[in-house]
């Protein structure tokens, strides 16, 4: 499919190679492939918990993320962090910065004073 690129395993261990789009041959049972998208995509992060300093617990709705995973570094991304790497390097991440945000915070400053600053310090982490 157009925006991915397959990768492959043969007994459970990943293969060096990538695949574009388009028709490959695979011996089944032995060798699976798995997608990667490799555009431009948007991961919502859903009720993310904050617990302000001062013990207070509220929650963000979402939080959007968006995001592309270079063809070049599939291999090595997945092999770090499996063909599902959104969970370890969004998902997980996202929650963990915004605890770490919010655990220094008192209520007045996540909502009013610093809440501006949340996005640029999750961009930060992220990168």
Request: net charge negative; with cysteine; glycine share 6%.
């Given at each position: ?6 990768v492959?395993?043969r007994g459970?261990?990943?293969l060096?190679?990538?695949a ?5 041959f ?10 990667v998208?490799?555009?431009t ?6 009720d993310i918990?904050?617990g302000?300093s ?6 963000f709705?979402?939080?959007e ?19 599902d790497?959104?969970k370890?390097l969004?998902f997980d991440k996202?929650h963990?910065?915004?605890?770490q ?6 209520l007045?400053s ?11 310090n999750?961009k930060?982490?992220?990168?």
């Amino acid at each position: 499919e157009e925006g991915n690129v397959a990768v492959y395993y043969r007994g459970g261990a990943l293969l060096q190679t990538t695949a574009s789009p388009g028709y490959h041959f695979m011996l089944p049972f032995i060798t699976s492939s798995k997608a990667v998208q490799i555009t431009t995509q948007t991961d919502e992060v859903k009720d993310i918990p904050c617990g302000t300093s001062g013990g207070v617990m509220i929650y963000f709705d979402r939080i959007e993320v968006v995001n592309r995973l270079k063809s070049d570094a599939v291999l090595s991304v997945v092999r770090d962090f499996s063909a599902d790497y959104d969970k370890p390097l969004i998902f997980d991440k996202v929650h963990h910065e915004v605890n770490q945000f919010c655990s220094t915070q008192n209520l007045h400053s996540v909502y009013i004073d610093l809440f501006d600053q949340i996005d640029e310090n999750l961009k930060n982490a992220l990168q």
